[in-house]
């Protein structure tokens, strides 16, 4: 918004042209909701209501420290990224419009979920039916409106990572896929947060990662040199990214172990639906596999024992998500948590060094 109400002065006023460079807006947007979320997240502690319902059948230890914990602290991760988005973004683009609709829209549904979970004062919250047609329908509708800003040569495209020049043109397979991507990614982060500040690491680290991706895939010098697929206007994501990364920063010094409030499926589904949505507008959807590994892999673990379960009456893990099952073997907390950080900074560097190998 400043970029806009700025931009007729950027020839006349000295030093507003720093307004002109995504990487400057980027940091000024992570600072501002970094600051946002210091000044709102004391407030909105100290008022709210809500409380985390403990999973019945969960680790003995979340229902002796964990309950009682403030629930829905995703709000603040939300507000915060959208105002500093809106703030240092150009409101004019049409792909950062469309990832902040899809985000405040996964949130609302996460709202709905959380409310529904400390209403009923139980963990299962919306009908999963009910929530994966609302994800799917708004995901579908993204992808749909994405697809449309295209320019003619690369609609309907998939590309893939260490391939230079091997893609799949197919418009509805395409959208098949990418609401898979979105809704995939949204329930994988969903999973993963379990444990205070396991699941805003990684999200922050995927973010970076596409934020990167986004500026490159955006400028031509840096995309024909990589041999990635150019995608004009994407550089204003990294703004968004900017934002979210200042915002989960702010939400995990509140997270941290014990945590003083929860992120809650508000800003999970949000989250994770977000970087998904993003992986789609740069089309690095594969690479989203890559660097939110650890994302994957809690998601498969549920995938997995539900499957084994229902054919053998039997678990392969302890407790799903995967988390879980190493809190049974008697891992503490924080060493979970750190653990499970130092895997997903792996794995985010593993997704960068995909834009260099092909």
């Not at 403990?54 to 991760?77: E, F, L, Q, V, Y």
């Not at 409101?91 to 409310?115: E, K, R, S, T, W």
């Not at 805003?200 to 490159?216: E, K, Q």
């Amino acid at each position: 918004m400043f970029y806009n109400f700025i931009f007729p002065s950027f020839n006349f006023i000295s030093g507003i042209n720093l307004l002109r460079y995504v990487s400057f807006r980027t940091m000024c947007a992570l600072l501002t909701s970094l600051l946002l979320s210091f000044i709102l997240y004391p407030r909105f502690i100290k008022f709210i209501k809500y409380f985390q319902p403990i999973r019945p059948d969960g680790p003995p230890s979340h229902c002796i420290n964990k309950i009682g914990t403030p629930t829905m602290g995703g709000a603040i991760i939300i507000a915060s990224s959208l105002v500093s988005s809106l703030l240092w973004g150009d409101i004019f683009n049409c792909y950062l419009l469309f990832l902040l609709m899809l985000f405040l829209a996964y949130a609302v549904l996460g709202f709905f979920d959380d409310y529904a979970k400390v209403r009923h004062n139980n963990s299962k919250g919306i009908a999963a039916g009910n929530k994966l047609f609302f994800q799917i329908t708004i995901a579908l509708i993204f992808s749909m409106a994405v697809e449309f800003l295209r320019s003619p040569e690369i609609i309907g495209h998939l590309t893939f990572p260490f391939l230079k020049n091997f893609t799949v043109e197919n418009v509805a397979f395409l959208l098949v896929f990418t609401t898979i991507v979105i809704v995939g990614s949204s329930n994988a982060v969903n999973l993963t947060d379990g444990l205070d500040g396991l699941a805003t690491f990684p999200s922050m680290m995927a973010a970076l990662c596409l934020g990167v991706i986004s500026y490159l895939v955006g400028h031509v010098v840096f995309a024909n040199y990589l041999q990635i697929i150019y995608i004009p206007s994407t550089g204003e994501l990294c703004i968004f990214c900017g934002a979210l990364i200042g915002s989960c920063l702010g939400f995990l010094w509140y997270n941290a172990p014990p945590a003083m409030i929860f992120m809650g499926d508000t800003g999970s589904l949000a989250i994770g639906g977000a970087l998904g949505a993003i992986s789609v507008i740069v089309k690095h959807e594969f690479v989203l596999a890559i660097v939110g590994g650890l994302f994957v892999i809690e998601a498969l673990s549920v995938m997995i024992q539900v499957g084994y379960w229902k054919l053998t009456g039997k678990r392969i893990f302890l407790m799903a998500p995967i988390h879980h099952h190493f809190e049974k073997k008697g891992w503490t907390e924080p060493t979970i948590v750190i653990r499970f950080w130092i895997v997903a900074f792996v794995f985010a560097l593993l997704g960068l060094a995909t834009l260099k190998i092909r």
